[in-house]
């Protein structure tokens, strides 16, 4: 297995360095085995099937979001995950932990080396204990105080060979990028002033992947995330990595490569390893690193957020009802990553051709009124158009009304239900399941839009509140842990199992059929702000009679009459 590994690792080096010679790729690949064989989890013995269970549910965190008084923030963050948290946490997805410059930790400034402040590689590996852990690798750039930077100013290797140059040219004026700042930046070295590709801004340095030091680089990265015990890797802004001239510079072939060649130095290094492709863009771009089975195994479900934004808010489900009647059919060992909040804001280009210009004019006013921001992208012809909401979710679910916290708590929590009874695998994001509004005070220190929602608490307020059984968080936290139980206990909805839609032309509810293995389930949500009436005779085109049970309340409807179903209620409805 090992020798087949080893054999398809230099096939696939020899697609995306091309141009070198056969030797020269038969020493880069001794060079990465002999990297990785320095990783812990070479001894992983893989499990049958694919990597998750219908028990796995991410939760995504920075490291610092949970602090206390003189301790490492990841001890801190440990310490209550630990103690708050553990039904949420089988999987932890630990958002950038490196020593970073800027961009919550997305300019990497060393691949060595920890914040500080967060802790060292012990304090990581110590909370993967028990648990599976996600970690990023930032591949499209490094922090501007990189060494690869500092190298390549000063005409060094191997940063020479790592940091993309760049001079401007007509040949790149159909670049697609996610930022409305300058896509090249000026440097000034010891030597001389040096131009290079900022895709994502000035202090995040574009690195050169056709270069095999990069993938070194990387390689040595990922051996040491696995030693301390990372199993699931994100692979952020994947998508933007590889650059040719007159192209949009975005989903290149190279790139698609490059997720395979992860993929194989992954699963050498740790059989039970899963590479999840992060790509906010339309959902067939964001699908294409599914579609062969041989790249990722999870994609983040972008057309989720926005889509199931706009029907708590309008209160109106019939876009998302029509998107998810064509959901996906993907190959085996693949699927999505479903969540609503993260700590990016709610992005606007997977909504590309799934929600008409007035509705999603209408989506933007309705979430500036409850505090949120709206952030740009500059297109080819200079013109900006908006690409993410930046909003907390807690609160993007309140109400238009005089009262913000009319039905918001029902609203919150349908969304992560219904994030939970889809298929795929859910995310949660740390601060929504505390219910927290937008962080204005962190956002007027900042500046930064997205910092609205990336909120940090102290330990001992935090618990307090969960103390409370009124609060808001305490009360969103007793639901979730109660459906996440239920939920390992239902085998229809298991990660892989299939989906039918039963209300694709409704506005008002979304019905959800979900099966596995001979077993059903079907999920109801009522998204609006008015009592429903349901009828569960013939719900699944069933004659017979049998009353239906809601696993997450215990109630029984019988099925030969109408029931009622509250303001944004959610039924798991199995046949007693």
Avoid at 547 to 575: A, F, I, K, M, Q
């Amino acid at each position: 297995m090992q020798l087949q590994s080893e054999r398809t690792l230099r096939n696939l080096l020899s697609g995306l360095y091309s141009s070198h010679l056969s030797w020269d790729l038969e020493a880069l690949s001794s060079q990465l085995l002999q990297i990785l064989s320095s990783a812990s989890g070479n001894g992983d013995i893989p499990t049958k099937g694919n990597p998750w269970t219908v028990d796995d549910v991410v939760l995504i965190t920075y490291a610092d979001t949970v602090v206390e008084a003189d301790q490492p923030a990841l001890v801190s963050l440990r310490t209550f995950i630990n103690s708050q948290l553990s039904d949420f946490a089988g999987v932890i997805h630990v958002l950038p932990f490196l020593e970073a410059s800027s961009d919550g930790g997305f300019a990497v400034a060393s691949h060595d080396c920890l914040e500080s402040r967060h802790g060292d590689w012990n304090d990581l590996a110590d909370l993967a204990e028990g648990r599976k852990l996600m970690a990023d690798l930032v591949l499209n750039h490094v922090s501007a105080s990189h060494p690869w930077v500092r190298q390549f100013l000063r005409d060094q290797e191997p940063g020479r060979s790592c940091v993309l140059e760049a001079s401007p040219d007509p040949c790149w004026d159909n670049v697609v990028r996610p930022r409305s700042s300058a896509l090249f930046t000026k440097l000034q070295g010891p030597i001389s002033m040096r131009q290079v590709w900022t895709t994502f801004g000035p202090d995040q340095v574009d690195v050169d992947w056709s270069h095999p030091e990069v993938l070194l680089g990387f390689t040595r990265l990922l051996a040491r995330m696995v030693a301390y015990g990372v199993r699931w890797i994100r692979l952020d802004a994947v998508g933007f990595v590889w650059k040719e001239p007159n192209t949009s510079c975005i989903h290149q072939p190279q790139a698609h490569q490059l997720v395979e060649i992860l993929r194989q130095l992954l699963t050498i290094a740790c059989p039970d390893g899963v590479v999840v492709t992060e790509t906010n863009v339309p959902e067939q771009e964001n699908l294409s690193y599914l579609r062969t089975g041989r790249e990722a195994h999870l994609a983040y479900n972008f057309p989720l957020p926005p889509l199931l934004l706009e029907a708590a808010v309008s209160g109106s489900a019939d876009l998302l009802n029509r998107w998810l009647s064509r959901w996906p059919s993907l190959p085996e060992s693949t699927s999505l990553l479903n969540f609503t909040a993260c700590h990016d804001g709610v992005g606007l280009r997977p909504l590309e051709g799934l929600m008409p210009p007035s509705r999603l004019m209408d989506l933007l006013i309705a979430c500036e009124q409850r505090g949120g921001l709206v952030s740009h992208r500059r297109l080819a012809d200079g013109n900006e158009v908006p690409y993410e909401i930046n909003i907390s979710w807690w609160s993007a679910m309140a109400d238009g009304g005089l009262d913000p916290s009319y039905w918001q708590r029902e609203r919150f929590l349908l969304t992560q239900l219904m994030v939970l009874a889809l298929p795929g695998v859910p995310a949660l994001y740390l601060p929504a399941l505390l219910a927290t509004a937008n962080d204005l005070g962190r956002f007027r220190r900042t500046g930064h839009r997205r910092d609205l929602n990336r909120p940090q608490f102290k330990k001992s307020s935090v618990e307090r509140r969960l103390q409370d059984p009124d609060s808001d968080a305490a009360a969103v936290l007793v639901a979730l842990k109660q459906a996440i139980a239920v939920r390992a206990t239902q085998p229809a909805l298991h990660p892989d199992g299939q989906l039918q839609v039963l209300t694709p032309d409704r506005v008002d509810r979304v019905v959800l059929h979900r099966s596995h293995a001979g077993h059903d389930l079907v999920a109801v949500h009522n998204v609006t702000s008015t009592r429903l009436t349901l009828d569960p005779f013939g719900l699944l085109d069933l004659e017979d009679t049998d009353p239906w049970v809601d696993c997450l309340s215990g109630r029984t409807l019988e099925p030969c009459r109408r029931h009622l179903l509250n303001p944004y209620e959610v039924l798991w409805l199995v046949r007693s």
